[in-house]
């Protein structure tokens, strides 16, 4: 399985887990926001928008990448958002 797929399938996975916590239980504002640790939602956002951010990167032409500083922008927003997201597993 390729490294696009893999990202949409995880991508598809979060959101059928959303989904599902939303019918059964509902989801406040709060809790998305400001999730309990833990909690399903603790890192959901974070972890989906790399995610995009990832896809988006994967989907650009190399010479989109080079030349575009709106790409130098995503790369270094993923850079950050990965680094964190290590940080935060260890």
């Known amino acids: 399985m390729s490294e696009?797929?893999?990202?949409?399938?995880?991508?598809?996975?979060?959101?059928?887990q959303f989904i599902a916590r939303e019918r059964?239980?509902?989801?406040?504002?709060?809790?998305?926001?400001?999730?309990?640790t833990g909690d399903i939602l603790d890192g959901y956002r974070e972890t989906f928008d790399?995610?995009?951010?990832?896809l988006l990167i994967s989907r650009m032409r190399k010479r989109d990448l080079i030349d575009n500083p709106r790409?130098?922008?995503?790369?270094?927003?993923?850079r950050v958002t990965t680094s964190k997201n290590s940080c935060e597993n260890t």
């Open 50 to 54: 790399e995610l995009a951010l990832r």
């Open 4 to 16: 696009k797929q893999k990202i949409i399938e995880k991508k598809i996975q979060m959101q059928k």
């Open 71 to 78: 790409a130098t922008i995503l790369r270094s927003r993923l």
């Open 24 to 36: 059964n239980f509902g989801v406040k504002q709060e809790e998305y926001f400001v999730p309990q």
